[in-house]
């Protein structure tokens, strides 16, 4: 829907009217692109795994493992149960769906019904998989994370032995995961990892050419070709976001995310008067405040109170006051013609003229990481989809 502005001192450019007062409007084709960009940059065979759990990392899982898959990837990953069954359930039943995170018996049982692959990483594992009636496996190698898999490389060759022993039970991959893969100053952690995890995955090959050796995470498919083995696991650099850290655009990165609200209310704040609890901010001259309604209900953190920027009309706008749960409030300036900027389309997150917001310039502000800021999207925030600008 759009309206023609009615603002004739800022020329022809046009209104759009809001539709929903917090918006995420994901554009798929750029998730396909990053998908088709990172394919490039993989050896020979490698096969591109969709990290889709969290919801898509924010940005809805089946819309972006349909992108995904069209722009290159063959499998998906997440990190639970539900999530499989909602891949399934949207009709997504070709594509191996790998559940990466830790299972109770239960779920271990629906994930395999599902017709999902499990992690594994000792024998009490695969006789539970073999229990609940079989299925497909990957036997994890903790090679430095600390967290999921074994230490040990004669357990998880004993585990990946078991796997191809039990009844049922298919061994259909080895991996790790990396702890510093996005720091490229570790002092050659990532090294020692990739070249551990290298040495036990090589004997597990040579024995079983068809096992799925898979390890890297974006950042390390970015980073070192010789971590990218037969797969590898890619989530932030799917979404147009950088695994630096730093600005997407340096590694062709499209951040598929745009966060809209509006300016629902503009008002007149005298010199000495206040918005928002606790009187964070006070005026020091005659201002206009707009108000947005978005807030940390929607996943647009507190710690962003006087220390955000949001994107109306085209300028950067200072975020002042505090954060509420369901609002903010933005210095609109003390131009009578501010008040004019009711109803304008707000971009707290994307591009509006020649201004941009990224995730990784709000996640620097909250002293965070770009996975965090999207995640953060609440159910309530609306996502809708679009194709380079076309609606779906
Ligand atoms: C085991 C595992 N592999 C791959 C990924 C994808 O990582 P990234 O989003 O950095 O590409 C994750 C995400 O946290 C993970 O937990």
């Known amino acids: 829907m759009r309206a023609q502005e009615q603002d004739g001192g800022r020329g022809a450019r046009e209104q759009e009217t809001a539709v929903y007062?917090?918006?995420a409007n994901v554009n798929l084709a750029a998730i396909e692109r990053n998908c088709a960009r990172l394919s490039t940059q993989l050896r020979d065979g490698a096969a591109l795994c969709a990290v889709v759990k969290?919801?898509?990392?924010?940005?809805?899982?089946?819309?972006?493992?349909?992108?995904?898959?069209a722009g290159g990837a063959s499998w998906l990953a997440v990190a639970d149960t539900r999530e499989a069954r909602e891949l399934r359930d949207a009709g997504l039943r070709e594509p191996r769906v790998l559940v990466m995170g830790a299972l109770?018996?239960?779920?271990?049982?629906?994930?395999?019904?599902?017709?999902?692959?499990?992690?594994?990483?000792?024998?009490?594992?695969?006789?539970?998989?073999?229990?609940?009636?079989g299925g497909r496996v990957h036997v994890k190698l903790d090679s430095g994370m600390g967290r999921l898999g074994t230490r040990d490389p004669q357990e998880a060759t004993r585990v990946a032995q078991a796997a191809q022993s039990a009844p049922?039970?298919?061994?259909?991959?080895?991996?790790?995961?990396?702890?510093?893969?996005?720091?490229?100053?570790?002092?050659?952690?990532?090294?020692?990892?990739?070249?551990?995890?290298?040495?036990?995955?090589?004997?597990?090959?040579?024995?079983?050419?068809?096992?799925?050796?898979?390890?890297?995470?974006?950042?390390a498919t970015m980073r070192e070709h010789e971590?990218?083995?037969?797969?590898?696991?890619?989530?932030?650099?799917?979404?147009g976001m950088d695994?630096?850290?730093?600005?997407?655009?340096?590694?062709?990165?499209?951040?598929?995310?745009?966060?809209?609200?509006?300016?629902?209310?503009?008002?007149?704040?005298?010199?000495?008067?206040?918005?928002?609890?606790?009187?964070?901010?006070?005026?020091?001259?005659?201002?206009?405040?707009?108000?947005?309604?978005?807030?940390?209900?929607?996943?647009?953190?507190?710690?962003?109170?006087?220390?955000?920027?949001?994107?109306?009309?085209?300028r950067r706008h200072p975020l002042v006051g505090t954060v509420s749960m369901d609002s903010i409030t933005v210095e609109l300036g003390a131009d009578a013609d501010a008040a004019k900027l009711r109803g304008e389309r707000a971009i707290l997150i994307g591009i509006q003229g020649s201004e941009r917001i990224t995730?990784?310039?709000?996640?620097?502000r909250l002293d965070t990481i770009n996975y965090e800021i999207t995640c953060a999207l609440t159910p309530r925030v609306i996502r809708t989809y679009h194709r380079d600008g076309a609606a779906l």
């Open 21 to 23: 007062r917090a918006q």
């Open 54 to 69: 969290a919801d898509g990392y924010g940005h809805g899982a089946v819309a972006s493992a349909r992108a995904a898959l």
């Open 104 to 133: 109770t018996p239960v779920e271990l049982e629906q994930a395999l019904a599902l017709d999902a692959d499990v992690v594994v990483w000792n024998e009490a594992f695969v006789r539970a998989v073999a229990a609940a009636g």
């Open 168 to 219: 049922g039970v298919e061994l259909a991959g080895v991996m790790t995961h990396f702890a510093t893969a996005d720091e490229l100053d570790d002092g050659g952690f990532f090294a020692a990892q990739l070249a551990s995890f290298a040495r036990w995955a090589r004997t597990i090959k040579q024995r079983s050419p068809e096992v799925i050796v898979h390890a890297a995470n974006s950042a």
């Open 227 to 239: 971590a990218q083995f037969d797969m590898v696991r890619c989530g932030i650099a799917i979404y």
């Open 243 to 314: 695994p630096f850290g730093k600005d997407p655009a340096a590694r062709a990165l499209e951040p598929a995310l745009e966060l809209r609200s509006y300016v629902a209310e503009v008002k007149l704040c005298r010199s000495g008067e206040s918005a928002g609890y606790g009187r964070q901010f006070v005026a020091d001259g005659d201002t206009h405040i707009g108000v947005l309604p978005i807030g940390y209900g929607d996943g647009w953190r507190r710690g962003l109170s006087n220390n955000a920027d949001v994107l109306i009309a085209g």
């Open 359 to 364: 995730a990784e310039e709000i996640a620097r």
